[in-house]
């Protein structure tokens, strides 16, 4: 272990790095479902062949959505941070970087919910509305629970993402590993840091990964 | 009572316009099981998808129980929808959840207590024949468990009629059986009014009452089902109830002609009398026995030799012993399969 790995570990930069990442991964998804998943819902119900077409609705949230998505994370993550200093009162930092995530994360998590619930069975939405059940109970009891376990892979997905993106906004001002490979690794020469920081980051992903399915698996019914 | 009143539906695309349903009229009362036969594009599903305005038609009256759907307000229908239930082809049970809780789900919808909506849900599982599968999931249980837990849940509302699309056609011959007698059971039992659509004469054959024929886009005869079958008028009925006699353009010989009995007249004797009493030799194409509402009908498809005073012999021994029939049109339908025939 060289010197300067050693010294990041005894002051403990390396653990906060660790769990920095992991936080501002998990509250950051989580932050974007809250926005991004009735979103996703609202344009699969709003779209042509949804329980509720609304087609200027639709066309405007589609088109909003394929903007930010096109633009690079990393310049959107820019454009966006004078609305982080809205919201938290400051561009620097974790609180910032989570709200800038967030806003980045919305569009992508949108069409990830969208995708999933796009999925469930017509047929299965035709017979709730026979029986009389409203819009708003289909989305409640029928899209939602039915496309429970595809929408748990896609915040799996989500959330490797978003922990990517969390890595780069470590280059304006953000925590976390992708930070400490930045700083004490790239700009100072230092491969071994930078290695070390790709290491843990890829353990990270796989527990992700590997508890994240093992929970879709074992919601999804259809595989009983 | 469902009245249909001059229903159509067109669908409109940029370019054209399609009729899926063409000024569609038709009476269903309550008690009886109707079915709606036609080829698949013939608009049956667009039409049995109007009587719970699933589509709305674009042109026409749907009046349940003296309310005309048309002019209901959203929530007006939605509460209706309730008293009429339907199943599918392709059963569409919620697949995340157990079967005692798709049941349930209509009842939820409807606001009924958890504890009420279960103890109901168990009941029809008892009726339908699934009690020990309360907490299986739909993927764990056959076709026919399928629809009969579909069945189940669409009755779970106490409707007054259902409509059944196409729901023995994904399912074998034994368990389409047995679903038919769920259905007549469920008519019988809890004096539901049925709905049937459906391609195979045998489901109309065997429990319907009355029936309706359905070619693209229109409604060509209606009445009870012994009435249609002994005498199909249209050529889509003729088509649907002969089924199996398929079109051979190569079968030569005499003119085919079509008897129709009911269980009351023994036919063995019949035809032996047709054979001494003309003394001409009759060639039997195609015979069978079907059950119409508790009643045997037989029919047969005999030729008749190729010499016609052979031939007007017998029909004239047929008409003067009143004896019904129907003489088949030689040539692209209703041509006996002579391969058929010999077997």
């Known amino acids: ?31 974007a479902y809250l926005f991004g998943l009735p979103l996703g819902v609202l344009i699969c119900v ?60 919305i569009p992508y998590v949108a069409r990830m919910v969208e995708s999933s619930v796009k999925e469930v069975d017509k047929g299965v939405i035709e017979a709730a509305q026979s029986m009389g059940a409203s819009e708003l109970d289909i989305i409640r009891k029928v899209l939602i629970p039915e496309a429970k376990p595809a929408l748990i892979v896609g915040a799996v997905i989500s959330l490797v993402t978003i922990l990517g993106y969390s890595a780069m ?42 508890f994240g399915m093992r929970i879709a698996g074992k919601t999804d019914k259809r595989t009983a | 009572m469902i009245e249909l009143k001059n229903i159509s539906k067109i669908y409109k695309t940029k370019k054209s316009e399609f009729a899926a349903l063409n ?63 339907m199943i599918f082809q392709g059963f569409n049970l919620l697949e995340q959840r157990t079967v005692l809780k798709n049941i349930c789900f209509p009842l939820e919808i409807a606001g009924v207590p958890k504890a009420d909506a279960e103890k109901r849900a168990r009941e029809l599982l008892q009726l339908v024949g699934l009690s020990d599968k309360e907490k299986a999931y739909p993927s764990q249980l056959s076709g026919g468990q399928k629809q009969r837990v579909a069945i189940a849940r669409a009755l779970a509302p106490e409707p007054k009629y259902l409509l059944c699309d196409e729901a023995t056609s994904a399912l074998d011959p034994d368990t389409t059986r047995s679903i038919l007698e769920l259905m007549r059971d469920i008519n019988k ?36 089902v012994a009435e249609v079958f002994a005498e199909p008028k249209s050529d889509i009925a003729k088509k649907l109830i002969l089924p199996e006699l398929k079109t051979v353009e190569s079968i030569t010989g005499g003119e085919r002609i079509r008897l129709i009995y009911n269980g009351e007249s023994s036919f063995s004797p019949l035809l032996s009398n047709i054979v001494l009493a003309s003394g001409v030799p009759l060639n039997i194409l195609y015979a069978q026995t079907k059950d119409i509402e508790g009643r045997a009908y037989g029919e047969m498809i005999l030729q008749l030799p190729e010499d016609s005073r052979s ?14 029939y129907t003489v088949l049109e030689g040539g692209a339908e209703n041509v006996g399969d002579a391969s058929k025939a010999v077997g």
């Open chain 1, 1 to 31: 272990m060289s010197e300067m790995l050693q010294k990041l570990w005894d002051n403990g930069i390396l653990q906060l790095g660790i769990w920095e990442t992991v936080y501002m991964t998990f509250i950051s998804t989580f932050f």
């Open chain 2, 189 to 224: 039992k809890l004096d539901v009014t049925i709905v049937v659509i459906t391609h195979e004469m045998k489901v109309i054959d065997s429990i319907c009452d009355r029936v309706a024929v359905m070619d693209s886009s229109v409604v060509t005869e209606v009445g009870d």
């Open chain 1, 169 to 210: 906004a470590g280059t304006i001002g953000g925590g976390g590993l992708g930070m400490i490979a930045i700083t004490y690794g790239y700009q100072r020469f230092n491969s071994e840091i930078v290695w070390i920081c790709v290491a843990l980051t890829i353990i990270i992903v796989q527990l992700i990964q590997e």
């Open chain 2, 311 to 324: 031939a007007s012999r017998v029909r004239n021994y047929l008409k003067a012993n009143n004896i019904a």
């Open chain 2, 23 to 85: 000024n569609v009229s038709l009476t269903i009362n309550d008690g009886e099981i109707f079915g709606i036969i036609g080829l698949s594009g013939a608009g049956k599903s667009t039409l049995v998808r109007c009587i719970n305005f699933l589509e709305k038609p674009t042109g026409g009256h749907v009046i349940i129980d003296g309310s005309e759907l048309g002019k209901l307000k959203k929530k007006e229908l939605l509460k209706l929808r309730r008293n009429i239930g």
């Open chain 1, 46 to 105: 709003t779209s042509k062949d949804g329980i509720r077409p609304v087609t200027w609705l639709n066309r405007i949230l589609d088109v909003l959505v394929n903007i930010f998505r096109s633009i690079p994370f990393i310049i959107l993550m820019v454009a966006v941070l004078p609305a982080a200093k809205l919201i938290v009162g400051t561009s620097l930092g974790n609180k910032a970087m989570i709200v800038t995530l967030v806003l980045a994360a």
